[in-house]
T-cell receptor, first 112, second 117 residues
Framework: DAKTTQPNSMESNEEEPVHLPCNHSTISGTDYIHWYRQLPSQGPEYVIHGLTSNVNNRMASLAIAEDRKSSTLILHRATLRDAAVYYCILRDVSGTASKLTFGTGTRLQVTL | GAVVSQHPSWVICKSGTSVKIECRSLDFQATTMFWYRQFPKQSLMLMATSNEGSKATYEQGVEKDKFLINHASLTLSTLTVTSAHPEDSSFYIC?????????????FGSGTRLTVV
């Protein structure tokens, strides 16, 4: 599985934008970039995913570098409820349903 | 949206007994489901991939005779922890995908906290 690298932790003030970086220099052409987050004592929650183009949804935006070797998850206005561990994962969709391999993720702290 | 229901949310059992955890996809068919284990302050570790109608594929180091997985229908997969011991105490999480050639993302259950005493 192609690996991703994320900072261990980040801090943000409430109602400010947050940019969570992810490096994936060994990404292949059939790898989708997925972001999930996990709140304490809960299962991970899907946030967003993309292949080549930037993506927006109600939760966040995903900015993908032109060479696809890095991406950034953007939370436009962080709230206390966004405090979680954010995982950037590559998923190969060239075959049948493929597994997600979780790294250590980025622990986001949001303060007032 | 896609919903995965996991039951029970927590369970306490005595050492040596078996515990079954259910994972259901409520509004979609899941040909493939995944089982993860998470110890405190650690990331999720994939235990096995469960395919409907066939044997599960276990990750290296996971004992298939201890963690029995059954995926009898397109909406239900079960994980049975047999002869549980205190070291099996963990947070168990399932996930499912609708599959297909396009990428829908995965939906996760809310997890089951197992405590073996």
């Amino acid at each position: 599985d192609a690996k991703t690298t994320q900072p261990n932790s980040m801090e943000s003030n409430e109602e400010e934008p947050v940019h969570l970086p992810c490096n994936h220099s060994t990404i292949s052409g059939t790898d989708y970039i997925h972001w999930y987050r996990q709140l304490p004592s809960q299962g991970p929650e899907y946030v967003i995913h993309g292949l080549t183009s930037n993506v927006n949804n109600r939760m966040a935006s995903l900015a993908i570098a032109e060479d696809r070797k890095s991406s950034t998850l953007i939370l436009h206005r962080a709230t206390l409820r966004d405090a979680a561990v954010y995982y950037c994962i590559l998923r190969d969709v060239s075959g049948t349903a493929s597994k997600l391999t979780f790294g250590t993720g980025t622990r986001l702290q949001v303060t007032l | 949206g896609a919903v995965v229901s996991q039951h029970p949310s927590w369970v306490i059992c005595k050492s040596g007994t078996s515990v079954k955890i259910e994972c259901r996809s409520l509004d979609f068919q899941a040909t493939t489901m995944f089982w993860y284990r998470q110890f405190p302050k650690q990331s999720l570790m994939l235990m096995a991939t469960s395919n409907e109608g066939s044997k599960a594929t276990y990750e290296q180091g996971v004992e298939k005779d201890k963690f029995l997985i059954n995926h009898a229908s397109l909406t239900l997969s079960t994980l049975t922890v047999t002869s549980a011991h205190p070291e099996d105490s963990s947070f168990y999480i399932c996930s499912a995908s609708r599959g297909g050639w396009d990428d829908y993302g995965y939906t996760f259950g809310s997890g089951t906290r197992l405590t073996v005493v």
